[in-house]
């Protein structure tokens, strides 16, 4: 299904960072410049679009971008994100949503906060639920993805959690972990529910996986992407040193 937001054929396709005041502590808003840079190296316009809360959120991004934060932080981009209404709209129109960590964590149906495990309302956009974990998520990950053609693609990251998500039936893993804890210490990682995707790894994890990088602008455009032309063999040995690096730990 293709992005059907109203935009202008010659219009820049717009990478929304949301309220990276709130949910950017950790980085995370450098997927933006990823996803930003790899379609331009296409050949195709596009730009980043950072919002905060208080502005209105556009409804023609194709791609949304959630990032880590704190416990108030969640609550403060929920609640404004309902007020504004934009998000929403965008996804029945067929933009993407890519959440990180607290981000990942607000699309569910509920979070926890605080040392007293206050349950607060997500945005109900996964079929999840985030709870306070018996331990802290704490290191490098390394989770295998299974893309859509049926290859296989490991994902690295760094995950700082104390929520554990559980997936209900509605939402599929994004991987199964090899290295880490994952969503819940359970084998799997992230969750997939139509264009909404929620993952744990920083890193920018985009950054270090472009294969998912790719795939998340593929379901933003409507189309696969051809690879893109670069050193394979520095990207390779690179990533080949951090694979190694991970399965020592």
């Given at each position: 299904m293709?992005?059907?937001?109203?935009?202008?054929?010659?219009?820049?396709?717009?990478?929304?960072?949301?309220?990276?005041?709130l949910l950017g502590i950790y980085g995370d808003q450098g997927n933006?410049?990823?996803?930003?840079?790899?379609?331009?190296?296409?050949?195709?316009?596009?730009?980043?679009?950072?919002?905060?809360?208080?502005?209105a959120l556009p409804a023609d991004g194709a791609v949304y971008l959630l990032g880590g934060g704190e416990d108030n932080a969640q609550t403060t981009a929920v609640r404004e994100l309902r007020r504004d209404g934009a998000l929403f709209a965008a996804l029945d129109?067929?933009?993407?949503?890519?959440?990180?960590?607290?981000?990942?964590?607000?699309?569910?149906?509920?979070?926890?906060?605080?040392?007293?495990?206050?349950?607060?309302?997500?945005?109900?956009?996964l079929d999840v639920t985030t709870r306070r974990g018996p331990r802290r998520a704490v290191g490098e990950i390394l989770t295998r993805w299974t893309k859509p053609d049926g290859a296989e693609s490991l994902i690295t990251g760094f995950e700082n959690h104390g929520g554990w998500t559980t997936l209900g039936p509605d939402a599929r893993p994004l991987a199964r972990v090899e290295v880490g804890i994952g969503n819940a210490a359970d084998g799997t990682e992230g969750a997939v529910q139509g264009r909404v995707i929620g993952t744990y790894p920083h890193g920018p994890v985009l950054a270090r996986n472009p294969d998912l990088a790719d795939w998340v602008l593929g379901l933003a455009l409507g189309r696969d992407l051809a690879p893109l032309p670069g050193p394979a063999a520095e990207h390779d040995g690179l990533r080949a040193e951090r694979l190694a690096f991970v399965r020592r730990r």
């Amino acid at each position: 299904m293709t992005n059907t937001a109203e935009t202008s054929p010659d219009a820049p396709i717009k990478i929304v960072v949301v309220y990276q005041s709130l949910l950017g502590i950790y980085g995370d808003q450098g997927n933006a410049k990823v996803l930003t840079k790899r379609l331009q190296w296409r050949g195709v316009d596009a730009q980043t679009v950072f919002v905060e809360p208080g502005e209105a959120l556009p409804a023609d991004g194709a791609v949304y971008l959630l990032g880590g934060g704190e416990d108030n932080a969640q609550t403060t981009a929920v609640r404004e994100l309902r007020r504004d209404g934009a998000l929403f709209a965008a996804l029945d129109a067929g933009a993407v949503l890519f959440a990180v960590c607290a981000g990942f964590q607000i699309c569910g149906h509920t979070f926890t906060i605080g040392e007293n495990d206050e349950v607060r309302d997500g945005l109900g956009l996964l079929d999840v639920t985030t709870r306070r974990g018996p331990r802290r998520a704490v290191g490098e990950i390394l989770t295998r993805w299974t893309k859509p053609d049926g290859a296989e693609s490991l994902i690295t990251g760094f995950e700082n959690h104390g929520g554990w998500t559980t997936l209900g039936p509605d939402a599929r893993p994004l991987a199964r972990v090899e290295v880490g804890i994952g969503n819940a210490a359970d084998g799997t990682e992230g969750a997939v529910q139509g264009r909404v995707i929620g993952t744990y790894p920083h890193g920018p994890v985009l950054a270090r996986n472009p294969d998912l990088a790719d795939w998340v602008l593929g379901l933003a455009l409507g189309r696969d992407l051809a690879p893109l032309p670069g050193p394979a063999a520095e990207h390779d040995g690179l990533r080949a040193e951090r694979l190694a690096f991970v399965r020592r730990r």
